[in-house]
């Protein structure tokens, strides 16, 4: 009884915060585009983006939304083709020594910047370099600990310089690692790894990356960024492939309105969106059917408690707060397009690994609220004496019914008194670092690559990424050990006892897995849902 209440009082809520998209609006859909293949921009791409970048400096970025656009505009080593398979970037090939241990890179000769500079080796090295270098204060600093002395190098021990990465000549780069590290090839197509023109960093320091001083050796140059309406991108003719890139043009339109996009798009405005609102899925479905796209994504939505700070040092209660949720409830009335419930970190897609899960996920959901009310009371708490908290979250119409949902779980459940906040994502971001702002704060992580690792690694105490003060010396103990492990089978264990030991200490509230959700316009050709979600311009034709 007590779930059909609350299943009950979840749909009222959802209701209130807006219902579906009348159907009968399909007549009056737009079937142009404002894409003028002939006009002063060429062919031009129109892309949904999500929130607005937090930066367009590659060595700072954490969000999806200015890695879509970081994509665009430079290449690693690596690259990716259209499945998402690791392919040549620009370097052309590689070897690997027999330990594993040592990568020399073979840079393209034709390999140029947008203002037709060489792009050669040291340029690899100064990027990595200011990556780990502790003055650029870059949260993922750490993703390049596997480099011989990177450790060392972002903990101020040693100079930026005794980072094991050289430049052998012009065109050829060494890599030296501290052990084999089976996803090392992918971690060089991250934005942490992309080189840097040393020219234009040198005469503009921190605003290099301004339209008219960003060098880059993507397919496309940065040439206009106008905050709240759009980034516009123009062909690098300097790219390597140039010849075989299309699109002249692409505009990447931020939008923390979710509906406000899907009307752009119906509009004719928009060729791609980043993503939909849930609550039109159902419109979408009927209406759209062969533009949308959903499919598995490397992602994890969760909550992450302040471990640090009264009330939310109390295992008992972050525990209680995890149980209390239903999380059928969330993917199937607040989400509904095929996410699934998370009882663990990982996803279960993520390659070579055995995810974890807590052992109540299978429990009764009776069996679960008795244990989170148990819990709850145990860490002194009742319906006489609340929790008062508040969840922050990063402005957006699918953040806001998440929050309302699980504030309404936790208050039926529990009884807490739950306020919510949400910033937009600029804010949000600063807000995240600062604990004394917040109890509850909403994340999302996005795998870097195709391996546990990738989830392990920022919850590490040490690591940017770790808002939520987690510290634990067993985990980083296992997680750093997984670090230098060869053994595949070994590393993934390691790697699963890390995620049970950090689960089991409740510092963050998985909630579910992900689904990539676009719609495509039909005379955009070659896109292709990948489990990592890398959308390249340069990768699409548009065909009318």
Same mark, same amino acid.
């Given at each position: *009884? ?77 690259? $990716? ?16 020594? $027999? ?42 600093? %750490?993703?390049?600990? *596997? ?7 972002? %903990? ?19 890599? %030296? ?25 040198? $005469? ?9 001083? *960003? ?103 972050? %525990? ?88 309404? *779980? ?69 997680? $750093? ?60 034709r548009i065909e009318r």
């Amino acid at each position: *009884m007590k779930k059909l209440i609350l299943s009950v009082s979840l749909s009222l809520l959802l209701l209130a915060c807006g219902g579906e998209a009348s159907s009968t609006n399909s007549s009056t859909e737009k079937q142009t585009s404002s894409i003028d293949k002939n006009g002063p921009d060429g062919i031009v791409f129109h892309r949904g983006n999500g929130s607005e970048p937090d930066t367009m400096d590659p060595h700072l970025s954490e969000g999806t939304s200015s890695s879509e656009v970081l994509r665009d505009v430079y290449e690693g080593l690596t690259t $990716e083709d259209i499945d998402s398979n690791i392919v040549p970037g620009q370097a052309e090939r590689w070897e690997i020594s $027999e330990d594993g241990k040592t990568y020399t890179f073979y840079l393209r000769e034709n390999a140029k910047w947008s203002n037709g500079d060489p792009v050669v080796a040291e340029d690899f090295v100064v990027g990595m370099r200011r990556t780990v270098d502790p003055a650029t204060i870059s949260s993922y600093a %750490q993703i390049l600990d *596997m480099i011989v002395n990177a450790p060392e190098v972002r %903990q101020g021990q040693l100079a930026k310089e005794e980072l094991g990465i050289k430049a052998l000549s012009d065109k050829v780069l060494e890599i %030296q690692l501290n052990a084999p590290t089976p996803y090392f090839i992918g971690l060089l197509n991250h934005s942490s790894t992309y080189p840097i023109h040393r020219a234009s960093w040198e $005469e503009h320091g921190a605003k290099f990356t301004k339209p008219g001083n *960003m060098v880059s050796n993507g397919a496309y140059q940065f040439n206009e960024w106008v905050v709240a309406s759009h980034i516009k991108l123009v062909r690098n003719s300097h790219y390597y492939d140039n010849d075989d890139v299309q699109i002249d043009t692409v505009y990447h339109y931020p939008t923390e309105d979710i509906s406000a996009e899907l009307k752009r798009y119906r509009a004719g405005e928009l060729d791609f969106t980043d993503s939909i609102p849930n609550n039109q899925f159902r419109f979408i479905n009927e209406n759209l059917k062969d533009e949308f796209h959903v499919d598995p994504y490397l992602s994890t939505y969760y909550y992450v408690f302040d471990n640090t700070q009264v009330p939310f040092n109390d295992v008992r209660l972050r %525990q209680a707060l995890s149980m209390a949720i239903d999380r059928k409830i969330l993917v199937e009335k607040v989400t509904g397009i095929g996410e699934v419930a998370a009882f663990g970190f990982v996803p279960p897609t993520i390659n070579n690994y055995q995810a974890y899960q807590y052992e109540w996920a299978d429990w009764t959901r009776e069996k679960q609220i008795a244990e989170a009310r148990r819990l709850y009371k145990e860490a002194g708490y009742s319906k006489d004496n609340p929790l008062v908290t508040e969840i922050r979250y990063n402005t957006s119409e699918n953040h806001k019914k998440m929050a309302v949902a699980i504030s309404s *779980m936790w208050k039926q459940v529990l009884g807490a008194d739950i306020k919510l906040l949400n910033e937009e994502w600029k804010v949000f971001l600063q807000s995240r670092k600062n604990k004394d702002l917040w109890d509850v704060v909403r994340y999302g992580w996005v795998g870097d690559y195709n391996d546990a690792f990738t989830y392990a690694e920022i919850m590490h105490s040490t690591h940017g990424q770790n808002d939520s003060g987690f510290n634990n010396p067993e985990y980083d103990r296992l997680v $750093e050990a997984a670090a230098v492990e060869s053994d595949l089978d070994k590393r993934a264990q390691l790697l699963a006892e890390a995620e049970k030991v950090m689960l089991e200490d409740y510092p963050i509230m998985p909630i579910f897995f992900y689904v990539t959700k676009h719609l495509v316009k039909p005379h955009v050709k070659g896109f292709k849902s990948t489990i990592m979600d890398h959308n390249y311009s340069r990768h699409y034709r548009i065909e009318r």
